[in-house]
T-cell receptor, first 114, second 114 residues
Framework: EADIYQTPRYLVIGTGKKITLECSQT?????MYWYQQDPGMELHLIHY???????EKGDLSSESTVSRIRTEHFPLTLESARPSHTSQYLC?????????????FGPGTRLTVL | DQQVKQNSPSLSVQEGRISILNCDYT??????FLWYKKYPAEGPTFLIS?????DKNEDGRFTVFLNKSAKHLSLHIVPSQPGDSAVYFC?????????????FGKGTLLTVNP
């Protein structure tokens, strides 16, 4: 079973607040990812990281930022939350592999911005 | 432009029968395909995968078939159980270059009735 953790699981917050969604994995994976998913829609990659001090934006534009100071930790920050940020945020990780890429997901954070 | 398509938003089957979930892709560079299962308020769980050098991969009750010429894959679940009720996502990636990225479909909600 994959050991990847996300906190909080649910967050309801007012507009304009700064929030940080936490993601940690204990598998020693070098690659980590953040996805955003709305009901009935596909998962959209918003950030990824190859390793420590490496972060890139994903396919879906996002106002959030990420950091990767430690291998196991990949937090996502929203400086000023807005209702349009309401969504489910999923963190994932994968191991260094020459070929293919099985990503393991955390339980997600359901964010609601009022 | 959606590169991975799951055209059936939902599927309902009787317990003990076969469930067949379908997925089509448009990018011929994809060479590795994965199926994930997702319960509400949880992260996706990896189920089974297949590389393009194969046309079938089996794991217990789950079998994935790949038809490269048709750019089509399917997931068969036999026999279906009520605990299989969840959203199933098809995902695709390509080796080399951006092999870390997964492109997801919108998912199919499977309901297995007792």
């Amino acid at each position: 079973e994959a050991d990847i953790y996300q906190t909080p699981r649910y967050l309801v917050i007012g507009t304009g607040k700064k929030i940080t969604l936490e993601c940690s994995q204990t598998m020693g994976h070098d690659k980590m990812y953040w996805y955003q998913q709305d009901p009935g829609m596909e998962l959209h990659l918003i950030h990824y990281s190859y390793g420590v001090n490496s972060t890139e934006k994903g396919d879906l534009s996002s106002e959030s930022t990420v950091s990767r100071i430690r291998t196991e930790h990949f937090p996502l920050t929203l400086e000023s939350a807005r209702p349009s940020h309401t969504s489910q945020y999923l963190c994932a990780s994968s191991a260094r592999a020459g070929g293919y890429n099985e990503q393991f997901f955390g339980p997600g954070t359901r964010l609601t911005v009022l | 432009d959606q590169q991975v398509k799951q055209n059936s938003p939902s599927l309902s089957v009787q317990e003990g029968r076969i469930s067949i979930l379908n997925c089509d892709y448009t990018n011929s560079m994809f060479d590795y395909f994965l199926w994930y299962k997702k319960y509400p308020a949880e992260g996706p769980t990896f189920l089974i995968s297949i590389s393009s050098i194969k046309d079938k991969n089996e794991d217990g009750r789950f079998t994935v078939f790949l038809n490269k010429s048709a750019k089509h894959l399917s997931l068969h679940i036999v026999p279906s159980q009520p605990g299989d009720s969840a959203v199933y996502f098809c995902a695709a990636s390509r080796s080399g270059g951006s092999n870390y990225k997964l492109t997801f479909g919108k998912g199919t909600l499977l309901t297995v009735n007792p």
